[in-house]
């Protein structure tokens, strides 16, 4: 299919953008102190939690990704998976920084 959605880099930037909306909904559901989103994620970096964070934060791309086989959007699934691997080496990164 020849569609505009079709690209391999919407399929990135969509790979690389949701788990960072998908990490602020959950600091906005789950936590309730008086800290901001930047000033958490330097209090998980302290506390050696951030890598779970982002773990946790990229199983959106999961979804995108199915939604994107399924509806044979196959080049914006290659996007999404390059995205998911370099969310994997920023986990990996952060992982042995700590």
């Known amino acids: ?41 330097g209090s998980l970096f302290r506390l050696q939690s951030l890598g779970k964070l982002v773990s946790i934060s990229v199983l959106p791309n999961l979804l995108a990704f199915f939604l994107a086989i399924w509806t044979e959007r196959l080049l914006a699934a ?5 995205a998911t691997v370099i969310w994997a080496v920023v986990t990996m990164i952060i992982r042995f920084i700590m």
């Not at 788990?19 to 000033?39: A, C, N």
């Open 1 to 41: 299919m020849n569609l505009w959605c079709n690209k391999q880099i919407v399929g990135l930037i969509i790979g690389l953008i949701l788990p960072v909306i998908f990490g602020f909904l959950l600091f906005e559901g789950r936590y309730d102190g008086d800290q901001g989103f930047i000033e958490f994620l």
């Open 78 to 82: 290659r996007g999404i998976v390059i």
